[in-house]
């Protein structure tokens, strides 16, 4: 049996690339198959890859390339690859000597419509069991057509030319699965860290959060699995970053950071949940070597906290913030919305405020990021207005004025509304896509030019009747 070549794609640089757990999963499931050899491709300086990473193949040579896309506007550098390859940026156009493409990731999971026309197939959502049925079909069949119709017996394949409907997949029981760091660098978020995932899903219930919807049931690793894991780590590095949608959420997360601080493994988190956060957690963190404290209060406003569904105290999150400076924790990263349905300026007044006495209890390296609300499908808050431009200019000067003299960091209001629509967006997405690929002018230019288009996507009320 010939071997097969896939070829896994994150379309972001380096960096990006493998601080992203599931660009790790797909790229070590595929090489573990026998008769498969896998190579990597990102973006470099910008620019979509023609060759894979470890063994310079041409991009043309793949018979599969497998795209993990996380979030929306990777769809643009997604299609941007295409086109500097000469792919046919739609697959019905694709010829037989064209490489099989399959889309997977969060995004996908989400909604893979806005890029279904470019896809010969779809994961929707985890497929770490999968990848060996996967490859089955890839190795047993040659014409595309008929590889399409084997995949539609594989769980959570979805066909878009064949519009066969498909329930999301997940992991039953986790210990089953290895999500792990296949490579280990320098060059990402961790730095030299051994990634290691500790939970998939969420035990909370916020109104605008995509990741428990796309990720439930709330499901853990087993400390039996982590400290295996974290052992055969060792002969690597002796830093690991724990992923999870919230570390701390995990039912045996202190004997984790225990087992991290005895055994000399220093520890990196994703973000934390504060309303399970407390001071025996974060001294058992420092002990473990961390260094950055992540979380999201997403309002200073309790009034807000209540409607998107926050349920904790302002007095509670300054006793920790408090307890996090007494600890000397080096940094903390503090990550803020505005334009959830039913702000109000006073809500602004008060995030300024919170920000602001922060700014007196902690006085290292103090973060501070706030961005549009973009509501996102398979949520309460799926059928909200987009947060425009205008309302984020004014929300912003109204938080700076009361937050003080502190940096700010912001997303680009125009970009996430463009994200709004590649987020609720259909098949009709797509051709702007390809026309901001195709003729160079980028994504805000090219819905720029449809306002119709984007003024439906970001309207509640036309969207909501779709």
Same mark, same amino acid.
């Given at each position: 049996?010939?071997?097969? #070549?896939?070829?896994?794609?994150?379309?972001?640089?380096?960096?990006?690339?493998?601080?992203?757990?599931?660009?790790? $999963?797909?790229? #070590?499931?595929?090489?573990?198959?026998?008769?498969?050899?896998?190579? #990597?491709?990102?973006?470099?300086?910008?620019?979509?890859?023609?060759?894979?990473?470890?063994?310079?193949?041409?991009?043309?040579?793949? $018979?599969?390339?497998?795209?993990?896309?996380?979030?929306?506007?990777?769809?643009?550098?997604?299609?941007?690859?295409?086109?500097?390859?000469?792919?046919?940026? =739609?697959?019905?156009?694709?010829?037989?000597?064209?490489?099989?493409?399959?889309?997977? %990731?969060?995004?996908?999971?989400?909604?893979?419509?806005?890029?279904?026309?470019?896809?010969?197939?779809?994961?929707?959502?985890?497929? @770490?069991?999968?990848?060996? @049925?996967?490859?089955? *079909?890839?190795?047993?069949?040659?014409?595309?057509?008929? #590889?399409?119709?084997?995949?539609?017996?594989? $769980?959570?394949?979805?066909?878009?030319?064949?519009?066969?409907?498909? =329930?999301?997949?997940?992991?039953?029981?986790?210990?089953?699965?290895?999500? !792990?760091?296949? /490579?280990?660098?320098?060059?990402?978020?961790?730095?030299?860290?051994?990634?290691?995932?500790?939970?998939?899903?969420?035990?909370? &219930?916020?109104?605008?959060?995509?990741?428990?919807?796309?990720? =439930?049931?709330?499901?853990?690793?087993?400390?039996?699995?982590?400290?295996?894991?974290?052992?055969?780590?060792?002969? +690597?590095?002796?830093?690991?970053?724990?992923?999870?949608?919230?570390?701390?959420?995990?039912?045996? /997360?202190?004997?984790?950071?225990? +087992?991290?601080?005895?055994?000399?493994?220093?520890?990196?988190?994703?973000?934390?949940?504060?309303?399970?956060?407390?001071?025996?957690?974060?001294?058992?963190?420092?002990?473990?070597?961390?260094?950055?404290?992540?979380?999201?209060?997403?309002?200073?406003?309790?009034?807000?906290?209540?409607?998107?569904?926050?349920?904790?105290?302002?007095?509670?999150?300054?006793?920790?913030?408090?307890?996090?400076?007494?600890?000397?924790?080096?940094?903390?990263?503090? +990550?803020?919305?505005?334009?959830?349905?039913?702000?109000?300026?006073?809500?602004?007044?008060?995030? %300024? !405020?919170?920000? &602001?006495?922060?700014?007196?209890?902690?006085?290292?390296?103090?973060?501070?990021?706030? &961005?549009?609300? *973009?509501?996102?499908?398979?949520?309460?808050?799926?059928?909200?207005?987009?947060?425009?431009?205008? +309302?984020? =200019?004014?929300?912003?000067?109204? /938080?700076?004025?009361?937050?003080?003299?502190?940096?700010?960091?912001?997303?680009?209001?125009?970009?996430?509304?463009?994200?709004?629509?590649?987020?609720?967006?259909?098949?009709?997405?797509?051709?702007?896509?390809?026309?901001?690929?195709?003729?160079? *002018?980028?994504?805000?230019?090219?819905?720029?030019?449809?306002?119709?288009?984007?003024?439906?996507?970001?309207?509640?009320?036309?969207?909501?009747?779709?």
């Amino acid at each position: 049996m010939s071997g097969l #070549r896939v070829l896994v794609l994150f379309p972001e640089e380096y960096e990006i690339a493998h601080s992203n757990l599931g660009f790790h $999963d797909i790229f #070590r499931l595929f090489n573990n198959e026998q008769f498969v050899s896998a190579d #990597r491709a990102f973006f470099i300086a910008g620019q979509p890859p023609t060759h894979s990473f470890e063994k310079r193949i041409p991009v043309s040579e793949f $018979d599969v390339i497998a795209v993990s896309l996380s979030f929306e506007l990777q769809y643009y550098n997604f299609i941007r690859f295409l086109h500097r390859n000469k792919i046919p940026l =739609k697959a019905v156009q694709r010829q037989k000597y064209h490489p099989f493409i399959i889309g997977g %990731g969060p995004a996908i999971t989400a909604n893979p419509e806005p890029v279904a026309d470019a896809l010969d197939a779809a994961f929707i959502g985890e497929a @770490d069991e999968l990848i060996s @049925d996967i490859t089955s *079909v890839f190795q047993n069949t040659r014409d595309r057509e008929a #590889r399409k119709d084997a995949l539609l017996n594989v $769980d959570g394949v979805y066909i878009p030319q064949k519009q066969n409907h498909v =329930k999301r997949v997940f992991v039953k029981k986790l210990d089953n699965i290895i999500s !792990e760091s296949a /490579i280990i660098t320098i060059n990402t978020e961790f730095g030299n860290s051994f990634l290691l995932e500790i939970s998939r899903g969420c035990i909370r &219930n916020c109104n605008f959060c995509l990741a428990r919807n796309i990720y =439930k049931p709330a499901r853990f690793f087993s400390l039996e699995h982590i400290i295996k894991r974290l052992d055969f780590a060792k002969q +690597y590095t002796n830093k690991a970053g724990l992923i999870s949608t919230a570390v701390n959420n995990h039912p045996q /997360i202190k004997s984790i950071l225990r +087992y991290a601080a005895e055994n000399k493994i220093k520890l990196g988190l994703s973000s934390l949940d504060l309303r399970s956060l407390d001071e025996e957690t974060l001294i058992l963190l420092q002990k473990a070597g961390v260094k950055t404290i992540t979380l999201a209060p997403e309002s200073g406003s309790k009034r807000m906290l209540n409607l998107i569904n926050k349920d904790f105290s302002m007095q509670h999150l300054e006793t920790r913030i408090k307890q996090i400076a007494e600890l000397n924790f080096e940094n903390l990263k503090l +990550y803020f919305i505005v334009g959830f349905p039913g702000e109000v300026e006073s809500d602004l007044i008060n995030t %300024g !405020e919170f920000i &602001n006495r922060v700014k007196q209890l902690f006085h290292r390296k103090l973060s501070i990021s706030i &961005n549009p609300f *973009v509501p996102k499908l398979h949520t309460p808050f799926a059928n909200a207005s987009a947060t425009s431009p205008q +309302y984020f =200019k004014k929300a912003i000067k109204i /938080i700076r004025e009361r937050a003080g003299n502190i940096k700010i960091s912001s997303y680009n209001p125009v970009l996430s509304n463009v994200q709004v629509a590649l987020s609720r967006g259909n098949h009709d997405i797509f051709s702007i896509i390809c026309e901001a690929v195709e003729t160079g *002018v980028g994504l805000k230019r090219a819905f720029k030019a449809h306002p119709l288009t984007m003024k439906y996507y970001e309207n509640v009320q036309n969207w909501g009747q779709a």
